[in-house]
């Protein structure tokens, strides 16, 4: 859908309700500009999740989940730490 828009003298552009509801965007919500390729593009918040997380997905294999891997590793070294105290409390006894 194609809509011609009129930029004011302070650079304002009105978006058009049908647009706004068709990315369910509300008043105050905020929108990031991006120029690609000469090409204006406007972005809502939930499109720059999507992006990122489409980037992100380029880089981990299917069925990680880095989630699953942070709280492995967190618990390895909880546990290296705990040993670590132990070794000191026996040493010093």
């Given at each position: ?45 939930q499109q720059l999740l999507e992006d990122a997380r489409a980037a992100v ?37």
């Amino acid at each position: 859908m194609d809509t011609v828009v009129e930029m004011n003298k302070d650079g304002r552009v009105t978006i058009p309700i049908g647009f706004r509801r068709e990315i369910d965007m509300e008043n105050g919500g905020k929108l990031t500009l991006r120029q690609e390729d000469g090409v204006l593009k406007i972005l809502t918040q939930q499109q720059l999740l999507e992006d990122a997380r489409a980037a992100v997905n380029e880089f981990v294999p299917v069925g990680v989940s880095l989630v699953d891997e942070l709280l492995a590793e967190r618990q390895r070294e909880a546990e290296k730490e705990a040993c670590e105290a132990t070794s000191r409390d026996e040493s010093s006894a």
